[in-house]
């Protein structure tokens, strides 16, 4: 619990002074709560030692307000400090885990990570936000509780306070044994849950295939981890209410032994009854606190889990980009590579020794097998990722000297996958220039042939596209995509694999709304369709991240045979038909 009241502070920075205060409330609400018991000890008393007089009824009533007047306003003093406090941290991290991943390089955005991400957002900012602040006042209530019952224990009688004390040495060892045996299985039921989720998220993606195939045993699996994360969970509780029931009857031998010889010091007569009276019922009392604990423990486990998970991502090192100052306007740029290599692991080698060079207005087509190192070497150009060996040259500068929004300004980029934002239609091609007027923005939609589909929207361009986009097609979201990039208007363009997947008509208007975007620009182009490419300025043929050959078409199918064979391959499957 300390470790988490720990990794909790941690995140709190400015916010500390406020959580500190807001636990001191808890404990004077705790501690009010505790006193009344004492004063029930003094009414006992009194009763029994027939002095409970008319001025003593008066005395415990405007006791009794007094601590109900103190009681309401600490309590509410708790709840106002508390609740805020925890929402805006959250708020915060939210805020600064946005930030953070903002920096990290694009390559780690991977499917894994992504729903990583998706959960650290949804499952772990809103268990501790909504969980953590009662999980630590249950925490610091029964801390204060336990400590005012002590004091109150030994003021009243010592001997009868260290025997209600004697059980919570085995429980204190047990509690330790239980905290271990619990970790364990809630890591089984963890990992039960993970391939419960995996499994059950497989059967649904892949519905098709299964549909297709009918393919029975997908279902099984699910059922089976389903079963598996139920039987997980059905262990996980029955040995928390073992260790609770060993834990209960370790802390109420206290209780036996004090009741006991209570007795033998009552018939001695150095036991008053009210004394005795009152460790019985405190006896009863005595515990709740220490029980509650251990009732919190799976909460706080959880809660933990949460907050380490929120750290790992603050202890990820940010991306390693190289960054300059120098400001780039130039409208023209002259793209040269030089000796440029990458890996992502540090092993294994993504790019391998580039060097070439690209004159403004020309197009530059990537061809190579996949997994040749196309995507990641057009990465390099916009800053995306960092040579680890080489330079890339803009116009002669070294991009890692340059300013890098002024890097991104200067390059637009039209990915095979395009992603719209939940935002009406005007405001997504705006992406591509903040500053654009609705005209301009219309402009540029002429351009790249989207216009036409817009209009027939229901709000036409005030139409609200759902996340993602995807309400609407491949080829009219890789419109919007060009569109935004002819409103950049960026003297480099990369076009990653932009007419793939894409039917013969999507593709003849698109090509078309490329036509416009590319005039005047240094192009760079994948493409895995080599016709689509021969009439390039030159074109790169890439293998395992090396430079196999440079040249225009018909220069490549004399010296490069990698080029030669794609491009036969490519041939015949044109002529392939069904027999
Ligand atoms: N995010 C990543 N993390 C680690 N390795 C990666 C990552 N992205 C790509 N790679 C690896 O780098 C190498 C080059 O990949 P890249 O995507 O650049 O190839 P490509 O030629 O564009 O492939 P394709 O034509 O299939 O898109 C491959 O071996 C790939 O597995």
């Known amino acids: ?41 003094l009414a006992i008393k009194d009763i029994l030692g027939g002095s409970f007089t008319k001025e003593k009824l008066i005395q415990y009533s405007l006791m009794f307000l007094i601590y109900t007047v103190l009681h309401f306003v600490f309590y509410y003093f708790t709840i106002a400090k508390q ?20 920096r990290f390089p694009l390559h780690y955005f991977t499917k894994d990570k992504i729903s990583q991400l998706t959960s650290l957002f949804t499952t772990d900012l809103g268990f501790v936000e909504m969980n953590i602040m009662e999980i630590i006042a249950g925490f610091i209530s029964s801390m204060a509780m336990t400590v005012i019952f ?11 306070a260290l025997l209600l004390l004697v059980g919570i040495i085995p429980g204190y060892l047990l509690y330790q044994r239980f905290q271990k045996s619990m970790v364990q299985c809630g890591e089984q039921k963890k990992n039960c849950q993970v391939a419960m989720i ?101 909460m706080m486990n959880l809660a933990n889990a949460s907050l380490d998970n ?34 992502y692991d540090g092993k294994r080698t993504a790019v391998n020794h580039i060097s070439f060079s690209a004159k403004p207005g020309t197009i530059t087509a990537l061809v190579g097998p996949s997994g040749s190192g196309k995507s990641t070497l057009l990465n390099l150009i916009p800053g995306f990722l960092t040579p680890e060996t080489g330079r890339i040259l803009l116009n002669g500068q070294d991009t ?66 759902n996340e993602g986009g995807a309400s609407l097609s491949g080829g009219e979201r890789q419109r919007v995509a060009i569109a935004r990039a002819i409103l950049k208007d960026s003297p480099i363009i990369l076009l990653d694999e932009a007419l793939s997947s894409l039917d013969a008509e999507n593709a003849v ?28 300025d030159q074109i790169l043929v890439l293998s395992d991240g090396a430079l196999q050959g440079c040249g225009k078409h018909d220069e490549l199918l004399q010296t490069v045979s990698l080029y030669k064979t794609m491009w036969e391959k490519e041939n015949s499957i044109k002529n392939w038909k069904l027999t």
Not at 150 to 160: A, I, K, T
Not at 520 to 533: A, D, E, P, Q, R
Request: with cysteine.
């Open 509 to 536: 208007i698109i090509q078309k709304g490329i036509e416009e975007m590319i005039k005047g620009k240094t192009v760079f182009l994948v493409s895995h369709t080599l016709s689509y490419i021969q009439n390039a």
């Open 198 to 298: 995996d499994s059950t998220l497989e059967y649904v993606q892949g519905m098709e295939t299964i549909k297709a195939y009918q393919l029975e045993h997908s279902g099984k699996l699910a059922e089976k981890q389903v079963d598996g994360y139920c039987a997980a969970s059905d262990r996980y509780e029955s040995t928390l209410t073992n260790w609770n029931m060993a834990y209960k009857i370790c802390l109420n031998i206290g209780l036996f032994l004090s009741l006991g010889i209570g007795i033998s010091l009552f018939q001695s007569g150095t036991l008053s009854p009210a004394t005795y009276l009152f460790f019985a019922i405190m006896g009863i009392i005595f515990y709740r606190p220490l029980e509650a604990l251990m009732g919190s423990f799976a």
């Open 310 to 343: 929120i750290s790992e991502i603050h202890n990820l090192p940010d991306e390693k980009v190289k960054q300059g100052n120098r400001p780039f306007t130039d409208i023209q740029s002259d793209v040269q590579f030089e000796d440029v290599s990458f890996s």
């Open 83 to 102: 609740r805020p406090v925890s929402y805006a941290m959250m708020r915060d991290e939210r805020l600064s885990i946005a930030a953070k991943i903002k």
């Open 150 to 160: 002590d004091l109150m224990l030994f003021l009243v009688d010592w001997r009868m």
């Open 400 to 465: 890692t000297t340059l300013e890098h929004s002024d890097l991104i300004r200067h390059v637009s980029i039209v990915f095979q996958d395009v992603y719209l934002f939940q935002d009406t239609m005007m405001n997504n091609i705006r992406m591509g220039n903040q500053n654009a007027t609705d005209k301009q923005v219309i402009e540029a939609a002429k351009k790249a042939h989207c216009h036409e589909f817009i209009e027939k929207l229901p709000q036409g361009y005030q139409t609200v596209i």
């Open 1 to 41: 619990m300390i470790a988490m009241i720990r990794k909790f502070l941690d995140l709190a920075g400015e916010r500390k002074k406020q959580l500190y205060l807001a636990w001191l409330f808890q404990a004077l609400t705790s501690i009010c709560e505790g006193a009344i018991y004492f004063m029930l000890f």
